[in-house]
């Protein structure tokens, strides 16, 4: 057997010493890079969190009592037997599950749709009431509770609050939608027997859900809350388009509505949407949150850990910048509605690191916008009523429409009211058949008053309150909606 040489061995020596030492060389680098990352993530984590911290004391000295826990405890208690949110749930057990779905053969999937396009002054055709009356048939036991919603103009919802945040569940937001619904065609029924008491009643009702609602700190309740307050409102233009109620109703609406407009939806919803981000955010970085609980797709087919590592990196990235984008929303939310739009336009979220969470923290710019239009949009349409009424009353007691709306003031309005839009005095106009009270809407042109019944439709038109001369009220629909569709 061969032996290696001493010659051999003697060169393997330095050899080894020399791939040792390269080991030890690339380690030693190896180490160091480690360490200087480590360096640098435990810097800019750091560095982060000063940050983070900056952004809440901006939001302590702009707005004290910002965060959820805050706004949840600013809420007044109400007791059980005041709580409207109560009442409308009671109303809410008795309805159909499938409600307004109409008995077969019939199929109108947009039958809310069609009563709110329904111009005021026209009555339904044949077609659309059989629909109409089909559908409350199978709603009576729930009419009945949900009526009652006039005697009760507070409320707040039970809510059972989950560590994340955003697993917290507002299954009561549907039941306020079927609720609501339900008194919009309860008002168009009344308006057909000439029941204009109970049309009243409706109307009245129609705003106690969305003041059930109150000041609840969600951004979607908010919305919730303004889509009330539209339907009762076209309950009020319908109510005056088709029948003449006393004065003592007229009044009543009028300061219902007057105090429904005087709500701050629009900065409660930024106010809550920015409190439920910073939490949710703070719950993703701690990694709490449920995908699977909240059936989250998982698109890549990685561990929900993987997924949650990589939400929390993304949520500890972004919550200094993003706070601060939100603490600016609110204070914008702060201003005149007409100085919202173009404070808004100038800050744009895609300019920040954003939270693509993979799921609903973030609005984007486009649907901010939106946002902004349709509560801004009611807002207008509340004042509009409000005057209207005024104008409505002033008819009745003079025996003809005011050359003005100054000459309400202080009579039968305590001042002008404002559009929402451009701060100046809301527009009036005399028509062929009646007057109109509008604002220029989300474009700002003024279009002579010319509106829309298309919820969705709001550019290129005004928003406003029509009212028509007596022997233009209640007119036949001149054809019958269905058979045009």
């Not at 190896?30 to 984590?45: E, K, S």
């Not at 029924?189 to 609602?213: F, H, K, P, Y």
């Not at 981000?277 to 059936?295: C, D, M, P, T, Y």
Request: glycine residues 6%; proline residues 6%; charged residues 25%.
């Amino acid at each position: 057997m061969n032996e290696p040489s001493s010659q051999t061995l003697s060169m393997a020596a330095p050899a080894r010493g020399k791939l040792r030492e390269r080991l030890i060389w690339v380690c030693s680098v190896l180490l160091f890079v480690a360490l200087a990352c480590i360096g640098v993530a435990l810097y800019l984590d750091w560095q982060n969190e000063r940050e983070l911290r900056q952004a809440e004391a901006e939001a302590d000295r702009l707005d004290p009592g910002w965060r959820l826990q805050d706004l949840e405890g600013a809420r007044a208690a109400v007791p059980d037997t005041e709580n409207g949110a109560l009442q409308l749930l009671a109303a809410a057990r008795l309805l159909p599950a499938s409600w307004p779905a109409p008995p077969p053969p019939a199929k109108d999937s947009k039958l809310e749709d069609r009563l709110l396009e329904l111009a005021p002054q026209m009555r339904p055709g044949k077609r659309l009431f059989d629909a109409v009356q089909d559908a409350m048939k199978q709603a009576l036991p729930a009419l009945g509770e949900a009526r009652r919603l006039a005697a009760y103009p507070r409320g707040r919802y039970p809510i059972a609050w989950t560590p994340d945040i955003i697993g917290t569940p507002v299954r009561h937001l549907e039941q306020v939608f079927r609720i609501n619904r339900l008194l919009y065609f309860d008002a168009v029924m009344s308006t057909e027997q000439e029941d204009w008491n109970g049309v009243a009643q409706s109307c009245v009702a129609a705003l106690n859900i969305s003041r059930s609602i109150g000041d609840e700190p969600f951004f979607m309740s908010q919305i919730y809350r303004s889509i009330c307050q539209l339907r009762a409102e076209r309950s009020v233009e319908r109510l005056l388009g088709q029948g003449e109620p006393s004065e003592a109703t007229l009044k009543k609406l009028q300061l219902e509505l007057e105090d429904e407009a005087a709500q701050p939806l629009l900065l409660r919803a930024l106010r809550s949407f920015r409190a439920n981000s910073h939490e949710a955010l703070i719950a993703l970085k701690a990694r709490q949150v449920n995908r699977r609980g909240l059936f989250l797709a998982n698109p890549y087919g990685l561990p929900d850990q993987a997924i949650n590592w990589n939400d929390a990196l993304r949520a500890r990235a972004c919550h200094p910048a993003y706070l601060r984008y939100l603490n600016e929303l609110v204070e914008i939310g702060k201003l005149p509605t007409e100085q919202q739009a173009g404070r808004l336009q100038k800050l744009k979220l895609s300019q920040l690191q954003k939270p693509t969470i993979s799921f609903f923290l973030e609005i984007s710019d486009a649907e901010l916008h939106a946002v902004h239009c349709r509560f801004v949009g009611t807002l207008a349409l509340l004042r509009c009523a409000v005057t209207g009424l005024a104008v409505e009353r002033y008819r009745r007691d003079r025996g003809e429409w005011p050359k003005a709306l100054a000459n309400l003031v202080p009579l039968y309005l305590r001042q002008e009211q404002q559009d929402p839009f451009d701060g100046t005095a809301l527009r009036y106009r005399r028509l062929e058949q009646g007057v109109v009270i509008y604002s220029v809407g989300p474009d700002g042109v003024d279009h002579g008053g010319q509106l829309t019944r298309d919820v969705h439709k709001l550019e290129s038109y005004d928003l406003g309150f029509q009212l028509w001369d007596s022997s233009n009220r209640r007119q036949p629909a001149a054809t019958d909606l269905d058979d045009d569709r």
